[in-house]
Each structure stands twice: as C-alpha cells, then as structure tokens.
C-alpha cells in the first residue's frame, strides 16, 4: 500500500501540496505516482519567478520508463526549486513527501482548500 | 481477461508491479527495475518469459522446410542442441518475427517465437508448411514455461538450485541439451552469460523458488529492456516489424543471402537498397532521456528515428537504437528534439555492454 499522509493536500494528476508556515506551497509527487512511474532518472523543474496558472504543466519527471508532466496544484508564483532531488531523482522514491520538487507562493492562499485531502485521494487511487 | 503464466502467483507474492504486456499479464519490476539491471551485470537474475511461444517442428524434412521459411539459414546448425537467431519474413521482406530456432534433431527443431506475435507466426507457419512439407507437424507447446537466468554467475546458481540438470554446465554459448522433460540453453537476452530452461509448468514453479532461495533476483520486463538494449539486441515492434526489412534494422548478419537455397522474401532483399541503417544514440548533453519515436537530425536529406531509448543502468547515461540515414557514419554527432531542446547525442556501434563491460566510447 502507498503511503498517504493525512496533512498534505492532492490533486488528480498525483501531486502533493504542503502550506508551508509562511504561507509558500511545497509541491511533489505522491508515493502512488513514484511508484507507479519507477526508477526515477531526470527531472526538469521550472524557473524561480515563473508565475504558473492552476493545474499547468511546469515540470517534467522522467522514470527508466517513461516522461511524465508534473502540474501546478493551484496558481502562483515558483519561489525555490529543489536542486538536491534534481540532481538525485532517486531521493523520490526513496521518499516522495521528503523530496519536495518547487515551492509556490500562490495568488489566493484558500485555492489549497479546494484540493483533495487524504481521504479523497485514496479513494480515487482505489478505483483507478 | 489477461493471460496468466504458472509463475503468476509467484509474482503477485514478491509485490510485482504487473501490466499487461501482449495480452499477458507480466511483471515489470518487482521494486527497482534498476536494481534489477545490476543483479543480472554483476551476479544474477531470472525473468519469467513464459509469455513467449515454444513450437516444435517435427517431421522428416524439418530442416528443408526451415530452410525456406526462415531469412537465415539452418544449415549453420549441424551440431545437435545448436541455436540459431533469425528473422521471419513476408514476401515483400518485411519482418514478421524474430525467433530463435534450437536444431535438436533432424525431425525435431524447436522455435521460439514472440508472445504478441504468436498467433500470426503459427498461421503464417501452417499455411507455409501446408503448401510445403504438409507431412510436417507443428505443435505450441502451452504445456511448457520458460525461465531465463541470466547473469555472470547465473550458471553456479542455476547448478546449485537445480543439480540435476548440471550436465547442462558443458554448454557452449547459443547450445541447449533435454535433460528428461527440461531443456536448457545456453541463450538469453541480455548481453551476459546465462540460461533459458523450459520445462513443464510445475518444474519451473519449484526452479523458481529453488532460484529465489540461492539468492537469484527475480527480474521483470522493465529490467530485461534496458538489458536487450544495452546489449544491442532488436526488439520486435521496435526495429523491425512489417514495414521494416532486417537490412535496415541492424541485422542483415542475420540474412543469409550468399548461398542458393531460395527463403521467404530473398529475390525482394537481393535487390533492396537500404536507405537507413540501426545505430546506437549515446546522449551527450543532459536534459531528457532518449524515447522512441523522436526525431534524429543529422544534417542528411531526411530525418532518422529512434526505435528504442532509455536510460542505461550500466552507462549512467541515456542510449538509443535509432534508424538513421545511411549517409550516418558510427561517431558522429547528431541532434535528437525532446520537448522544446535540441539535444546532442553520439552515434555508436552497438552493443553499448557486452559481459558487465562497458564497449563504447563515452
């Protein structure tokens, strides 16, 4: 069974969200999603300052197998990337809630409110 | 409803990760398919390959009939338990299959196809052997699996999983031997020594848990296509199909063409001229992997394509198979698009690995 933490928010496209204590949203991929993707190898990551709209693709996750678009949870800003998990795409499977992928700081701070929580998310990766 | 190999529930007991994979359902991995690449480089791993068929072709005549049925020639084997790698053509030379086809005895000759390709091998067979040898008889052996072990020390560990087949140890490369109901040839898909035994469904079932035991890494259809593809092997419906001859797809030393036994699609090949060749890509500049299907600029007239990419284990780097202009030559540089880079990339020789080495310039 993946692991799903109950306070992280998710979206359908298998990101995670974290509302920092200053207000910025971690983003990364769900345990689900590394699982189901494999062996990670390469990771394109969007430009700090890129101001992203709601559900766009800004990233690019690629697994042994195959190139997979990571979307933007919710609108805003990309204020930090993570240069550690680019350099070492592994560290995501290793543990997908640690190895954070880009932070946003985003428009409207209530968007978060509109993606699913743990129980939701669970219940949709169960019926794929 | 997928189909379903005996070692099913062996897999779903290890947590494989399973897909469908032509009809079959078939591992992928069983955690890291990378993991999985190492073991079979540096010591071993085995692969259900039960998905693909086994025929037996009996009869007097067998190897007349092979003769002409296949693009390279049978009469290479005259040792008894010899292999031979060919292709399956249509008329026109296109590919209708790879296969490996084990001579065991005048009457007897045992082939190996594709799973996805099954069905249409054994009709496209049958209708050869009825306007041909129709005294031949060819049988699918549904009664059999088949498991690949494979690796640098794949023989100690098969030998102390199995001893009773340690006769087998004697094989030379691209040999087999029956040991009773179990055959065993020294053939695999990977680039490294190793073994393929096919035996009846319960015979593998036990080898598997013996292999398991000795400490053999199960591995699954994720790790045995970034193994073929290092070790430069083709993989049908990648380089070659069809629409493809083998002379463009890097295995016209599979073609016999000298002698003057006639085969299936030989007056089309004598006159072809290849207008693309298989190479092998080497990505240079970071910023993606190599997938099938991307375009391959060279500066010819007309663009190449990969056929197969990935990310190599063994290289830390990402490799391709790519069908290329012929003007191409083996080091140059040429430039691959993914997404919106234009990315540099090294034309090699394949294979990339060939026995845990590394033969390629980086």
């Known amino acids: 069974m993946s692991q799903i933490p109950n306070d992280l928010k998710y979206t359908d496209s298998h990101e995670w969200a974290r509302v920092e204590q200053n207000g910025n949203i971690s983003v990364g991929i769900t345990d689900h999603a590394q699982a189901a993707l494999g062996d990670l190898v390469f990771i394109e990551l969007p430009e700090v300052g890129r101001a992203l709209t709601d559900k766009e693709a800004c990233a690019v996750i690629e697994s042994v197998k195959a190139a997979s678009d990571i979307y933007a949870p919710l609108a805003g800003t990309v204020v930090e990337v993570n240069d550690t998990v680019r350099g070492a795409p592994e560290t995501i499977n290793q543990d997908a809630y640690e190895a954070w992928l880009f932070k946003i700081k985003p428009v409207d701070a209530k968007a978060i409110d509109g993606l699913l929580d743990a129980a939701a998310y669970e219940a949709m990766i169960g019926e794929e | ?362």
């Open chain 2, 1 to 362: 409803m997928l189909k379903k190999t005996a070692l099913n529930a062996a897999h779903h007991a290890l947590n494989a990760r399973m897909v469908d994979f032509g009809g079959w359902e078939m591992p992928v991995n069983y955690g890291s398919q990378i993991d999985e690449h190492h073991a079979v480089r540096c010591d071993a791993g085995m692969f259900d390959v039960s998905h693909m068929a086994v025929v037996d072709a009996q009869g007097a005549g067998t190897r007349d009939f092979l003769r002409y049925a296949l693009a390279n020639n049978v009469d290479k084997l005259q040792d008894g338990g010899r292999a031979l790698y060919s292709c399956m053509l249509r008329e026109n030379g296109g590919v209708i299959d790879d296969l490996i086809v084990y001579f065991i005895n005048e009457t007897f000759f045992r082939l190996i196809i594709n799973a996805a390709t099954a069905e249409k091998d054994i009709a496209w067979l049958e209708q050869l052997r009825n306007s041909h040898s129709p005294h031949l008889s060819l049988t699918r052996r549904a009664d059999l699996s088949m498991l690949a072990v494979q690796g640098p020390h794949a023989a100690t560990k098969l030998w102390r999983a199995f001893p009773s087949i340690e006769k087998a140890s004697s094989l030379i490369s691209f040999s087999s031997i029956f040991d009773g109901d179990c055959f065993v040839a020294r053939t695999g898909y990977t680039g490294e020594d190793g073994f393929e035994v096919i035996a009846p469904h319960q015979t593998i079932v036990d080898l598997w848990q013996k292999l398991l035991q000795a400490q053999v890494k199960p591995c699954g259809l994720g790790a045995r296509d970034t193994l073929r593809l290092e070790a430069g092997m083709a993989l049908y419906g990648q380089e070659m199909d069809e629409t493809i001859t083998p002379l463009e797809a890097g295995l016209a030393w599979t073609v016999d063409l000298k002698s003057a036994r006639d085969f299936v699609g030989k007056a089309v090949l004598l006159t072809f001229k290849p207008t693309y060749r298989l190479v092998g890509l080497s990505l240079l500049d970071s910023g993606g992997v190599l997938r099938a299907h991307q375009i391959v600029r060279s500066g010819a007239s007309y663009d190449g394509e990969i056929t197969s990419g990935t990310f190599s284990p063994t290289l830390n780097r990402s490799i391709a198979l790519a069908r290329v202009p012929v003007a191409v030559a083996d080091n140059d540089i040429v430039h691959v698009v993914i997404r919106n880079k234009t990315l540099a990339a090294r034309v090699v020789k394949p294979p990339f690995v060939r026995h845990g080495k590394i033969i390629i310039d980086l």
